[in-house]
Nanobody, 122 residues
């Protein structure tokens, strides 16, 4: 099985910064992409940013210029550097990974972390 563990959430004032981390472990054959979604209270979940195995990235327009997604050399850990945080960034941030597992089928699946809470006060 594959597990994702997030860390780095917390409470910050508007204009502050946080760095989120997500480490994948388990029966992984390859990781096709990793990224972050977030969900605010009463709102639908939205994609924040993603990065492919080849290093290509994309992010939501609302965070461009403020958030940066990156990975380590093994490609099993993803980071989200969040600068100039605003109250509308408040929510639970969920790490995901599109993984081809070590299994007979080799069928790619999405795996999710339990989430890390980010609160930005005004």
């Amino acid at each position: 099985q594959v597990q994702l563990v997030e860390s780095g959430g917390g409470l910050v004032q508007a204009g502050g910064s946080l760095r989120l981390s997500c480490a994948a472990s388990g029966s992984i054959f390859s990781i096709n992409s990793m990224g972050w979604y977030r969900q605010a209270p009463g709102k639908q979940r939205e994609l924040v940013a993603r990065i492919t195995g080849g290093g290509n990235t994309n992010s939501a327009d609302s965070v461009k210029g403020r958030f940066t997604i990156s990975r380590d050399n093994t490609r099993d850990t993803v980071y989200l550097q969040m600068n100039s945080l605003q109250p509308e960034d408040t929510g639970v941030y969920y790490c995901y990974a599109d993984v081809t597992p070590i299994a007979i089928s080799r069928r790619a699946m999405d795996y999710w972390g339990k989430g890390t809470l980010v609160i930005v006060s005004s």
